[in-house]
Every structure is written in C-alpha cells, then in structure tokens.
C-alpha cells in the first residue's frame, strides 16, 4: 500500500475544514486536505440557468445533482425514525458551496443550557471565551450586516452594509410590530461591496445552487486560494476515509482512504488528524474506526433544527408591478424575540425561495383564465418565511454503522435514530403559533402554514461527537481535541453540545479558528 | 444562453467578473446541452389519443388568453410526457387510466373536467384524484416554460444587478 508523509491530514473541505486548512497551511504545517467529493467548477453550476435550459426543468434536484455524486444520497437507513433527513454533501467545499449563508453569533445564553434552564448540557466554553474568535471569522469571510442591539443575537464589529429591506419585509416588519418581533437585516457571509478579491453580489437570487463569483462565502473561493499561495497545501480529491488508523501509543499515525475512483486504497502518515465532514460522516468515520470512543457518546447527542414553512401573498402588493425582487434571496430574519422560556427558542428566516415559479400556482383552486389571472396578480405578494427551532439533544438519538451494509466503496453505511421529544414539539408549536398570528396581522391570502408536525433538520444537523469538560461524558474537549487520542480533532457541527435556533455555520468556524490557533500553539512547543 | 446578452454586456463592463467564468457558465445548464423547450421532442409514453386528449385539458386548464399563450403553446403535453417517462411506474398508471375516464366517458371532455374539478378541495374520486395530478403538471411545466416565465408571469429576475432590490415606498415602511 502506497503511504506518504504530511504533518497535517484535514478531513473534509466545508466550512470547519476550510478554516482549519488555511489556518495551518499558514501556520507553516504540511497540510493534506481529503475530499471524498471533488470541484465543481463556478463555470458549472446551474445557477443562472432557466428552467427550460435544464433536462428536467430543474425539478428532481437537478441544480444541484453535481454535489451529490454517486450513491451518497442512498447509502444511508433511517431507522425508527421521525421525519428527519440529514445533508451528506459531497464536493469540494461541502456545504459552504450549496448554503444561503446566513451567520449568526450564539448568544451568551446559548452556551449554558444546563446552567441556566437545567436542561442538556453547557458548552466547554462561554462566549465571552469565543467572541474574539466570531470576530476574526467575520472579518475574514466578510459579513453583511448591522447591530441591532439584539440580547440574543450578539453582533460583530466588522459588518459590510447591510441588505436592504424588500417591499414585503418592510410591510412584514411594519406589520407584526405589536408581536415584539423585531424584522432585521440578514447577517449573511456575502458580500455588498468587494472584499478580499471577492466581487459583490449580482443579486440573481441563486445563492443555494452556488454563487459563480464567489460573492458568497466558499471554501474553494476563499479559503483555498490562501492555503495554496503558502505551498504547503496538498488537495486530495475523490478521497474517501475509511479509517483513521492507531499507533500502538494510541495515537493517530493516519488515515487510510479509498479513491473513489481507482478504488484503490492508500495510507496517509500524519502528525495531527482533524476531522471535518458534518455530523453524519464524521461519527461514521469515528466509528467505523473504533476510536476515541472511551465514553460511548461517538454517535450520540443527535440534534439540529426543526422547520415549517408558510407561505403568504400580501394583498397590499397584489397585482402591483414591483420589478425584480429575487436579491440576495433572504435578505431579513425575525430573530429570536420571546426569552420567557425555552418554548420561544426560534427564529423566521424569510423568502429564501425566489420569484421565478409561482408557488401559489400549486394552491389556487380552479381553471382557465381566472386561475391563470389569479395566479399573476397574485405573484408581486410572495412572503415566505420558514420557522427554525431548537431541538434538543438526547443520548438515543443517534448515528450508528451498519457493518453489514457497504456503500459502493465497501465501507458500512451510517443508520440515523431519531425520535422528537416532547421540549422540541413545544417549542414547535410556538413557532407555529407564532406564525398563524403573523397571519392575523398581515393581511395577506395564506397558502401554506407550518404542518402540525415538525420535521428537521434543514442541514443544520448537530452533535453526535459532543464537546465537554468530562471525558466520562464527552468526546472532545474545549479545543475539539479528543479526550482519548490526543492528536485527533474534530470541529464541525458534531461537536455542539446543544443546539439554538441559530444557524450553525459560524460557530462551526469559530471554533474551528479556535482550535487552529490551540494546534499551532501546541506544534509550536513540540506538544503535538 | 441562460443570461441575456445585454446583461453579459452590462456586468463585463462594469469589470466585476472575469468574462470566460461568465460566458463558459451560460453554456453549462444541462449535461445534455438540450434543455427542455422540446423543438423536436419525440413522445415516449402518451398514445397519439393520449397526447391529444391530454393537451385538450391542459389548454382548458390554462389557456391561451389575451395576456398570453397557454399550456399548448408552451409544450406541457410534452413535459409530461418526459416527467412520466422518468418516473414512476405508478404516475404512468394513474395517468393511462385517468385518461382512460375522459376517454370513455358519455360527456364531453369539457364537462368531465369541470366535473372532475368540482372535487379539487378533497379529492373523493379517481377522476377527482386524477384532476389534481393533471393541474399540478400543468402548472409544473407551464411555469417553467419560457411562456410561462416570460410572456406569462413577465417575471424579470435571474438578472446581474449592480445593488440589491430595496423598498422605496413610505406606505411599507
């Protein structure tokens, strides 16, 4: 078998993964970055394409079909499951090239679940201890923003100009006032003005289908350009790990990969292995490496969000021209506005789909022209907002491998257990029933309200190889360092102990800047 | 060409883009590079009854008007005829022998789907089930349509802009 020699094996190249690897390649490490996914190029995303340019009018997920190669959408079980489904991207830059990236700070509160509302668990760190992290990640991916001097959406200093309002978020934020919602300009890692060799954005309202110019942030955009210019990034695409593989100290000595498409397998030697490839893959690869398991946690602690989307056309708007309104697609969000109790932890975002298709088409009852003239005059009201919600963090909810079921590669396949508990369905029901009085507020025709029942986790799937300050307890420590083999680090999503009504992604990153500055550190006094 | 010309023209020169990410990216919508506005389109699972039947209806659904072309014009019979062909063999089934119903029936089929759609907010009936697949393909593939988008909705999105579209009227705010 083919071994060769780095002083870094990054695994996975999304949001955690491109942070880590620039930082280190700065830092002056031989770094080896493995993608089980590979490039696809800004000049072949679909993004701008209309739907009849594409073979299936964009329907079937056909936008975004390049990002999930091969059988990855189908080699993985649910298993006595509620209705959940979870992301395994699988492309150069994960899922910071298929995002809408929104990036909002945890609050203070965020952090001390068990502290504060006796629930779950608290994090290994404050946010006073992560703040001057959030603010290096913000300058660094560049932020559009303002501060709104939100309690429990703490702001950054290093904001772009905000997004502007569109007609129907200025009549949302007029409108729902009495609800102490407050309706904000989104903190999104796009760009209002050039930042950092990056153009601004166009505003063609495609951002989930990948952002051709990079005006939204990316791994292969932002971060690898800097990792490549230290020469000592190494870019190992259509690498899949199998195994991270053990010295007889117990110490990580490498990764053994499968290419994905020679299907030959090959050992990386490493110093340092970090790991990065999201909740899902990287408790598989935990796993099915046996490792780094003392506590039994690896697999456990499953949580993210759950979401419900309305739909609302404001008759204020109907059958006006209002020009095109796609922008940066959601340009506000409804932070978190009820800090009474726990059941008040989520947040709207609102009209992350665009204009193109005419949803309400989908709705309206009946045929010939009338229907077609409703459906027209209709069109300038579009409102969409989708509630997120916390879900909290069980033990039984979990990701396990299945040895006896290979996916194409021959490596056994997670199987995801997840069941709602009664907090999550409360907390829900808040949402929803904020949502239906946002409907008596605004005087719009509903089409679609949040079903009954939550589903999650939108892509925002959490834990699964938790934090903590308790090797009994946890995985890893503060710094994403596991507690059992001390060269091996994971900072992605799995480490969260807790999730909030907050998108994830940035205190991916911040933690994963956080954990770059402890391995350089550690490096430099030959500690690691 | 998914972007205009006018507007490659307008963001080249402003400079902001490198021009082969941008001209290179309007050639990249479809592996196949055919797309789907069915010039030449070879029917694959409706009968020639079928097709013409089944356009009938879509045109009844949403028809050529005064605002614009309707569901013929814009080639629906065609997109559903490529959605059933890649789907599901269930799909296939339920479409045949809605069709069927029309097909059979003693009534005209103007009075079958007015009939049919009387049903539309509970569906209790095949007939009643089948209306709803048939709208729901129409609309799918009416509004995806260069008709559909352009001459229909007049939708004028999908554009490089220079700022972000903003409200600008006091009676919002």
Not at chain 1, 372 to 383: I, N
Not at chain 2, 97 to 113: D, I, N, R, V, Y
Request: glycine share 8%; net charge neutral; aromatic share 8%.
């Amino acid at each position: 078998m083919p071994v060769q020699n780095y002083d870094v094996c990054v695994i996975g190249s999304g949001a955690a993964g491109g942070i880590v690897t620039k930082e280190l390649c700065e830092g002056g490490a031989k770094v080896i970055l493995l993608e089980a996914g590979a490039e696809v190029k800004p000049s072949q995303f679909r993004s701008h394409c209309w739907p009849y340019e594409l073979e299936n009018r964009g329907y079937r997920s056909e936008k975004q079909d390049l990002f999930y190669p091969g059988d990855v959408r189908s080699s993985i079980r649910y298993e006595q499951s509620d209705s959940v489904s979870v992301d395994r991207i699988r492309v150069l830059g994960g899922r910071t090239v298929h995002w809408n990236a929104v990036v909002l700070r945890y609050s203070p509160t965020d952090f001390r679940e068990r502290s504060l509302n006796g629930i779950e668990a608290d994090w290994p760190f404050s946010y006073e201890e992560i703040a001057p992290y959030y603010d290096r990640i913000e300058k660094m991916i560049g932020v559009c923003g303002n501060d709104d001097g939100i309690d429990t959406l703490p702001a950054g200093k290093n904001y772009l100009p905000p997004l502007p309002l569109r007609c129907s978020e200025q009549i949302l934020r007029r409108d729902i006032k009495g609800m102490g919602a407050k309706v904000i300009s989104v903190r999104k890692a796009l760009l209002t003005r050039d930042y950092d060799n990056r153009p601004a954005c166009h505003y063609c309202g495609h951002c989930m289908d990948g952002c051709d110019v990079s005006a939204i942030y990316s791994t292969p955009g932002s971060m690898l350009p800097k990792a490549r210019r230290t020469g000592n990034l190494t870019l190992r695409q259509n690498a899949l790990a199998r195994e991270i593989l053990l010295d007889k100290a117990g110490l990580a000595r490498g990764v053994s990969i499968v290419d994905r498409q020679t299907g030959k397998e090959e050992e990386i030697r490493v110093k340092i292995v970090v790991v990065c490839c999201a909740s899902i893959e990287s408790a598989r690869l935990l796993l099915n490496s046996k490792i780094a398991n003392s506590s039994g946690v690896v697999g456990r602690y499953l949580h993210g969000h759950s979401t419900g989307q309305m739909f609302l056309y404001l008759k204020e708007l109907q059958g006006k021209a209002t020009g095109n309104q796609d922008g940066a697609l959601d340009q506000c969000l409804i932070p978190r506005w009820d800090t009474k109790s726990y059941k008040g932890t989520y947040d709207f975002q609102v009209n992350y789909s665009g204009f193109m298709f005419p949803f309400q088409a989908r709705a309206v009852r009946g045929y010939g022209s009338a229907f077609k003239q409703r459906v027209r005059e209709m069109e300038p009201g579009f409102l969409m907002m989708g509630g997120y919600c916390k879900v909290t963090a069980h033990p039984d909810n979990r990701v396990t491998v299945d040895p006896n079921t290979k996916d194409a590669n021959g490596i056994p396949i997670p199987v995801v257990h997840f069941r709602f508990h009664d907090m999550d369905k409360e907390i829900y029901a808040s949402m929803r029933a904020s949502a239906l009085e946002m409907t008596t507020q605004l005087k719009a025709d509903v089409t679609a309200l949040p079903p009954a029942t939550l589903s999650g986790f939108a892509s925002h799937e959490n834990g699964t190889i938790r934090m903590g300050t308790d090797p009994k307890t946890s995985v890893l420590n503060g710094y994403c360092q596991s507690h059992d083999v001390k060269n091996l680090f994971v900072t992605d999503g799995s480490t969260f102990p807790t999730s909030s009504e907050k998108n994830p992604t940035l205190t991916i990153m911040a933690q994963s800047l956080r954990a770059a500055d402890y391995i350089k550190e550690k490096r430099k006094r030959r500690e690691l | 060409m998914s972007l205009e010309r006018r507007t490659l023209l307008k963001v080249l020169s402003a400079g902001a883009v490198a021009p082969e990410a941008l001209l290179s990216a309007a050639s990249h919508c479809s592996s196949s590079g055919l797309g789907t506005e069915f010039d030449n389109y070879q029917f694959a699972f409706f009968t020639a009854a079928e097709q013409a039947l089944a356009g009938k209806l879509m045109e009844l659904i949403i028809p050529a008007d005064s605002h614009s072309p309707g569901a013929l014009a814009a080639r629906v019979p065609a997109f559903a005829d490529m959605m059933l062909a890649r789907g599901s063999e269930n799909a296939r089934k339920a479409w045949r022998s809605g069709l069927a119903a029309f097909q059979t029936s003693k009534q005209s089929p103007e009075e079958t789907l007015a009939q049919a759609a009387s049903e539309e907010e509970s569906p209790m009936s095949d007939l009643g089930r089948f209306f709803v697949e048939l709208k729901r393909m129409t609309v799918d593939g009416y509004y995806t349509s260069k008709i559909g988008i352009t001459d229909e909705l007049r939708y004028d999105g999908n554009q490089h802009l220079t700022a972000a579209p903003q409200c600008t009227h006091p009676e919002h705010q």
